[in-house]
């Protein structure tokens, strides 16, 4: 496997479920990303690792929880998702996010959900 | 606060130059990208341009920057079907979200035959 990888690729789950996001980098990378991809919005970072250390969350909803175990593995944790959290949800890596370097990101193929 | 505005829709004919406009309000950014999206697919980033450049060429593409303005504009030259996709702009940010990229809405691009 090279790049960003992420399992599942589609997921549909109801509200009362608990599923879990994986993705894993082959990059060597230090930071990884959970995006939000919204039809007709932005694309919303919710949260970032560095050296597996959480440097953000941009006021994510808890039923939304970031696990990074080391540098090439991040996951995210859902129970009680609502149905508006229906989305593309895609991971990054970059080399890491100090610096002024280029730090640009690498994304996986994202995982779409749905949720009844 | 940080914000990259691009038009939601451009339609081109194969052969033609395709054009990408971006806006953005960040005057700190230090280096903006261009990132295409194709269907069930994740970010692919496509050229960047550092902040003291005014123009980028790779292959078929040209980045051109304005400072002043905080205008991105990507071109595409001799653009075929296989460029439909949706195009995203984005600023790494040196502000409130440091180091965090800022992405725009993103441009779907149609080409038709």
């Known amino acids: 496997e090279t790049g960003v990888t992420q399992t599942p690729r589609h997921l549909v789950m109801g509200m009362t479920n608990k599923k879990s996001l994986k993705c894993e980098q082959h990059l060597g990378h230090n930071a990884m990303y959970w995006y939000k991809q919204s039809a007709k919005k932005p694309l919303e970072l919710m949260f970032v690792?560095?050296?597996?250390?959480?440097?953000e969350n941009n006021s994510v909803p808890s039923r939304f929880s970031p696990e990074c175990p080391n540098s090439s593995h991040l996951f995210l944790h859902l129970h009680t998702l609502q149905p508006e959290d229906s989305a593309l949800y895609l991971c990054?890596?970059?080399?890491?996010?100090?610096?002024?370097?280029?730090?640009?990101?690498?994304f996986g193929p994202g995982t779409r959900l749905t949720v009844l | 606060g940080e914000d990259v505005e691009q038009s939601l829709f451009l339609s081109v004919r194969e052969g033609d130059s395709s054009v990408i406009n971006c806006t953005y309000t960040d005057s700190s950014s230090t280096y903006l990208y261009w990132y295409k999206q194709e269907p069930g697919a994740g970010l692919q980033l496509l050229t960047y341009i550092f902040s003291n450049m005014d123009m980028k060429q790779d292959q078929r593409l040209t980045v051109l920057l304005n400072k002043k303005d905080k205008h991105l504009s990507l071109r595409i030259a001799d653009t075929q079907t296989g460029d439909s996709a949706i195009y995203f702009c984005?600023?790494?940010?040196?502000?409130?979200?440091?180091?965090?990229?800022?992405f725009g809405k993103g441009t779907k691009l149609s080409v038709k035959p």
């Open positions: 990054a890596s970059s080399q890491d996010r100090g610096g002024g370097g280029r730090h640009e990101q690498f």
């Open positions: 690792y560095n050296f597996k250390e959480q440097t």
């Open positions: 984005a600023e790494r940010s040196r502000g409130g979200s440091q180091g965090n990229l800022i």
